[in-house]
């Protein structure tokens, strides 16, 4: 069975501050993607990656795909309140399997 | 283009009653995913549809669950009997799926707003 596991699982910081969260997996993934879910409403992709080593930034979001293709992180530089959120990774193959999120607060 | 269309947004129903979740997939996508998201599980695949026929419903729960899409604009999930337990949002998303010489590559999924099942 494919487990995608997330770290940490919430957490809480100033505006202003930087943070990584991560999504870990023994399993390889064709790719991994990144949603954010915010509440009421479903998740929305940020991001695909494909390549392992991969990296691709949004803006202030930098996304990693590891080298193996089992793990992959989310850096956020300079924290926003319109960061707050659930993040979620999900590995791709024939499906989609969905870690169990990150649940970020950012305080003003 | 509206994205993926749920209704009920939210359901209140007692145990024993019968619910029924509605979806409409954004038009031109032939996939098709019902999912189940609570706090302690998150977010969860129950069943996934390719051009209007199963594919895999190794997610579903049990008996009392079952999906339909009788075409390429609609599907149902239907719970029956519905139990506390199965209170959750539930959300259905559609995508484009792409098989190109044996190798199946899933594009971006979008996911409807969820319905909010209560069941008391």
Avoid at chain 1, 85 to 97: F, H, S
Avoid at chain 2, 28 to 41: A, E, I, K, P
Avoid at chain 2, 63 to 91: C, G, H
Wanted: charged share 20%; hydrophobic share 35%.
């Amino acid at each position: 069975t494919q487990l995608l596991e997330q770290s940490p699982q919430f957490l809480s910081i100033q505006e202003g501050e930087n943070l990584t969260v991560y999504c870990n997996s023994s399993s390889v993934f064709s790719s991994l993607q990144w949603y954010r879910q915010e509440p009421g409403e479903g998740p929305v992709l940020l991001v695909t990656v494909v390549t392992g080593g991969e990296v691709k930034k949004l803006k202030r979001l930098t996304f990693q795909f590891g080298d193996a293709r089992k793990d992959s992180s989310l850096h956020i530089t300079a924290a926003q309140p319109g960061d707050t959120g659930l993040y979620l990774c999900a590995g791709a193959d024939d499906k989609i399997i969905f870690g169990k999120g990150t649940r970020l607060h950012i305080l003003p | 283009d509206a994205g993926v269309i749920q209704s009920p947004r939210h359901e209140v129903t007692e145990m024993g009653q019968e619910v029924t979740l509605r979806c409409k997939p954004i038009s031109g996508h032939n996939s098709l995913f019902w999912y189940r998201q609570t706090m302690m599980r998150g977010l969860e695949l129950l069943i996934y549809f390719n051009n209007n026929v199963p594919i895999d419903d190794s997610g579903m729960p049990e008996d009392r669950f079952s999906a339909k899409m009788p075409n390429a604009s609609f599907s149902t999930l239907k719970i029956q009997p519905s139990e506390p337990r199965d209170s959750a949002v539930y959300f259905c998303a559609s995508s484009l799926v792409l098989r190109i010489a044996g190798q199946v590559s899933t594009d971006t999924q979008y996911f409807g707003p969820g319905t909010r099942l209560t069941v008391l």
